[in-house]
């Protein structure tokens, strides 16, 4: 299954929790893939904590790939280059867990005809190897977005079971920004259409994930007033309204990440010892990743609704 | 495969070979125009080749070491770009005015001939077997974007492509001639045309390429050899073109068809064109066992070919068109 | 094919092979592998059926230019043409094959092109071949803007892949892998051997290999497709049986053991025939790995095991003693 994660702005962490669910996967057993499309930005190499194996990639990556400069894009086996002392000894019946990286220095670029084709052959290659292939798009209506629409509609691809994860923050802007993503003219189903998807099915395999969510009910505001408390819950209340209003609303979210420090500051994996032991990421937080990562093939949170 | 005692027909390639002469001296090509201007312009060409045919004897009988060579001439009419007149009307009055200037053709061909024949896709074949001169650097990648229905003799400009947000644009750059001595003289040939149908048209150079390799001996389809000559036994020609053999034998006792080397007498507005042709050949991969068969023959009879294709092929131009 | 009388005897062969399980739903019949791998209008494709079906495509050629790989950072440069082909065995799994062969040396500068054509698989240096060298930074894998045959068959997989007879739905989730090799001359007077085979990252193996002066590179290649089909049996069968979590009792259901095994039963336990295609010297290659590691004696314990498995999960879970360990 490819699962293609897109967000209508920057900042909402889009592939930081994106990594996380890979991860989470791939301590299931699942054989994943992450493949880095977010061409003006290409900083998975981070989140995975595999910088080192970044040297020597100028010219190996995604963006030469897709240009017809390399054959075989670069692929990085996150269990055994990561630095991170965690993940090295790599969980027993974990499945592997492969990175594709942009080029180091790569930018955003127009893609032609040529590189639609590359994609299709890439994405139709990770599919034979790897149980999920998450694919990380530049924010906003980019050109990684139109490609992958373009490839997922393309007769060879036909076969091929694809989801789409809509991140956004939990804010006003956010969700009608959102909202416009997906919704809006020239939007994921509105542009997926005119590539050749059927609206219906297309609309069925998107759903949102809202991001850096504060929850009213938790114990980090629990010192607060009571009138803070009653205005969060009046805010939370007035923003499902909107969220519904724009046709992002409970019935099509496939789950809710915490306000997560871990994620905002350093936008890192978050392991079970990073939680257990060090304490610096909120059980809350690993939950509800596990959770969505479940969610995922799960086909009762998934269809036409 | 195994050395075995087992065998399986459809696991083991074979070639036909096909008879072979020293020489294939073509008389000219027949285009609409020429007929049009009526017989004097045939009498004019003919009048023109003939020193030059004589010539193209002696030299192949000095290449021969002063025995007899084998030789047989042919001559094509173009019945694919332009349909004029019947093969009834113009076959006679070709064979006629060849004979005036003591000139005999042993073989004709139809151009359509070289495009398709039978059922044979003679064109899309040779197409399959274009290998393209890698320009320095070509180290196993395949080349981005290579353009369909084209081949060139060289590296084309490099086309202006937006580039990555922040990168800089690449400035023009002339393109280049892979064998250049010094400066190039860059050629880019167009092989076909689609139509809007997606009706495809070889172009002039491409079924001209193709004819050198008939009268060369290298054309097989499946291992098979492709236009073999049809013995000419009506009394007269007919009246539709499709109804003519593609490649007719006029002369019972003419040497045969194809041969070790061919050679071309034509008015020199054919120059653009052949050297078109040159271009495609020196990029075409003949069938390996056809080439084995013709070096193995031609080196028995001590008539040795040179062996790159391209130069199997030799062209004497006369001043006019 | 018989080298050319015209060719120089070459100092060193070398090659690169994809294997990969075929992306259709449904193994190919004959027929249908013949489509697909008619890669070229006008050349055969070449079928067999005994002692299984085994389809292959006419060769294709792709010109080069450019300096060889080497392991003393000498940079020969290089001009001929690549051989590639590829095959379909009992229409499951599809291999590409691109390899060349080098003489000991070569003109001091580039000929015309249609002189290389005539010569299809040769990669002629321009001067002299430093072959041991050479051999050795092929098999270590080129540097970029090097020779990589191993493109040529990537590109030739690529092209296959595209084919719409392909309805891109695999059986079972597997890897490709990469076989890379190399051929020197063996001693005077001494047969072929193979002097190491190595399993060198997760999805490459490197074969080092002598033989005598005039044996065919289409031969030295058909023998490593052989081995390349067959470690990919093997490699894909380990994995599969890897990603069962055996013992681990109820969590772990028999239908969960039966729907990963049982593809390695309908699409791969009968495709096991070490040398079936591979001329006669040079099968007796295949001798070395059987003795050590033994590639069959592990590819018979791999089936044993499946077979005990998928009996011991047809029985009813009631009706079980103890749970199946690994």
């Not at chain 3, 092929?138 to 007879?165: K, Q, Y």
Request: with cysteine; net charge negative; charged share 25%.
């Amino acid at each position: 299954m490819l699962v293609f994660a897109a967000s209508d702005k920057g900042g909402t962490g889009r592939s930081v929790t994106s990594a996380n669910l890979a991860y989470q996967r791939a301590l299931t057993g699942d054989h994943v893939a992450y493949v880095d499309f977010d061409f003006g930005s290409p900083t998975a190499a981070a989140v995975f904590d595999v910088p080192g194996a970044m040297r020597g990639t100028e010219e190996r990556g995604l963006h030469s790939y897709l240009e017809g400069e390399t054959a075989e894009p670069v692929r990085i086996d996150v269990w055994r280059q990561t630095e991170h002392p965690l993940l090295r000894a790599r969980p027993n019946q974990s499945g592997r867990l492969v990175l594709l990286p942009g080029d180091a220095g790569g930018g955003e670029f127009a893609t032609g005809e040529e590189a639609l084709e590359r994609c299709v052959d890439l994405l139709l290659k990770l599919n034979t190897e790897f149980d999920v292939t998450f694919v990380d798009l530049s924010a906003g209506r980019s050109y990684a977005v139109d490609m992958v629409l373009a490839a997922t509609a393309h007769p060879r691809m036909s076969n091929v079971p694809f989801r789409w994860l809509v991140f956004h923050r939990w804010t006003r802007q956010h969700v009608i920004a959102a909202s416009g993503l997906v919704h809006g003219d020239h939007g994921i189903i509105g542009g997926g259409v005119l590539s050749g998807h059927d609206e219906d099915t297309l609309r069925a395999a998107v759903r949102f994930v809202r991001a850096a969510v504060p929850d009213p009910e938790s114990a980090v505001w629990s010192q607060g007033s009571t009138a803070q408390a009653t205005w969060m819950q009046a805010r939370d209340e007035a923003l499902r309204r909107l969220a519904a209003e724009h046709r992002i609303g409970d019935s099509v979210v496939l789950g809710i990440v915490p306000l997560e420090p871990i994620l905002q500051w350093h936008e890192q994996l978050i392991t079970e010892e990073d939680v257990l032991s060090t304490q610096i990421a909120n059980k809350e937080t690993l939950d509800a990743l596990e959770e969505i990562a479940r969610r995922l093939t799960d086909d009762t949170h998934w269809g036409r609704l | 495969m195994t050395e075995s005692v087992f065998s399986e027909t459809a696991a083991e390639p074979r070639t036909q070979s096909v008879p072979l002469a020293h020489l294939s001296l073509e008389l000219g090509h027949l285009y609409m125009e020429d007929f049009e201007a009526g017989p004097e312009r045939l009498r004019a060409h003919f009048a023109e080749v003939r020193p030059w045919a004589e010539a193209a004897r002696a030299a192949a009988t000095a290449r021969a070491g002063g025995k007899r060579p084998r030789i047989s001439t042919c001559f094509l009419i173009d019945d694919y770009f332009t349909r004029f007149s019947t093969p009834a009307e113009v076959v006679p009055m070709l064979l006629a005015e060849a004979e005036r200037a003591g000139l005999g053709v042993d073989y004709l061909a139809r151009e359509s001939g070289c495009a398709v024949t039978g059922k044979v896709p003679v064109a899309e074949a040779v197409a399959a077997r274009i290998v393209e001169s890698p320009p320095p650097g070509s180290y196993g990648l395949r080349p981005p974007a290579a353009q369909t229905g084209w081949l060139a003799n060289g590296e084309r400009s490099p086309v202006a492509r937006a580039p990555q947000a922040m990168k800089r644009a690449v400035p023009w750059q002339p393109p280049h001639e892979t064998a250049a001595r010094r400066h190039s003289i860059f050629l880019d040939v167009e092989l076909w045309s689609d139509d809007a149908d997606g009706v495809r048209t070889w172009s002039c150079p491409f079924l001209a390429a193709v004819w050198q390799l008939a009268r060369l001996g290298l054309l097989r389809n499946e291992g098979e050899a492709l236009l073999a000559p049809q013995p000419h036994t009506a009394a007269g020609f007919p009246d539709k073109w499709d109804e003519l053999p593609s490649l007719l034998r006029l002369n019972d006792r003419a040497a045969p068809f194809s041969a070790y080397r061919t050679c071309s007498v034509l008015p020199t507005r054919f120059l653009p064109v052949e050297h078109a042709v040159r271009v495609i050949l020196d990029q075409i991969e003949a069938d390996p066992a056809a080439l084995e068969q013709v070096t193995d023959r031609s080196g028995r009879e001590g008539m040795t070919v040179p062996p790159s294709v391209a130069d199997r092929i030799s062209y004497v131009y006369y001043a006019g068109h | 094919m018989a080298p050319r009388q015209s060719t120089p005897p070459a100092v060193l062969a070398c090659g690169e092979i994809r294997t990969c399980l075929l992306p259709a739903r449904q193994a190919l019949d004959i027929r249908s592998a013949a489509q697909l791998l008619g890669l070229r209008p006008g050349e055969r494709v070449l079928l067999s059926e005994r002692p299984g079906l085994y389809a292959r495509s006419p060769d294709t050629l792709t010109g080069v230019d450019c300096p060889l790989p080497s392991a003393n950072g000498a940079r020969v440069r290089a001009v001929g043409t690549v051989t590639a082909h590829a095959a379909l065995t009992e229409g499951r799994v599809l291999q590409t094959s691109a390899h060349c062969r080098l003489p000991g040396t070569g003109p001091d500068q580039r000929r015309p092109w249609g002189e290389y054509l005539v010569r299809p698989g040769v990669v002629e240096p321009l001067g002299k071949l430093p072959h041991e060298a050479v051999a050795q930074g092929v098999l270590g894998g080129p540097r970029h803007g090097d020779l990589d045959v191993g493109l040529i068959a990537d590109g030739l997989l690529t092209r296959v892949l595209r084919h719409p007879l392909l309805d891109q739905r695999p059986p079972f989730r597997s890897r490709p892998t990469r076989l890379r090799w190399a051929a020197l001359p063996a001693a005077p007077g001494e047969g072929p051997s193979l002097e190491r085979f190595t399993l060198a990252e997760d999805e490459l193996r490197t074969v080092r290999l002598r033989v005598p002066e005039g044996t065919s590179d289409a031969g030295i290649a058909a023998l490593c497709d052989d081995l390349a089909l067959h470690d990919w049996l093997l490699t894909t069968v380990v994995r599969m049986l890897d990603g069962l979590r055996l013992g681990a009792g109820a969590a772990q259901d028999a239908d969960a053991v039966v729907r990963t095994l049982r593809p390695a039963v309908d699409h791969l336990l009968h495709l096991w025939m070490p040398g079936a295609r591979v001329g006669r010297r040079l099968a007796a290659l295949w001798d070395p790995l059987e003795e050590r590691p033994g590639f069959t004696r592990q590819w018979q314990a791999l089936v044993q095991r499946i077979r005990d498995q998928l009996t011991l999960h047809a029985i009813p879970a009631a009706h079980r003693e103890v749970e199946p360990a690994p």
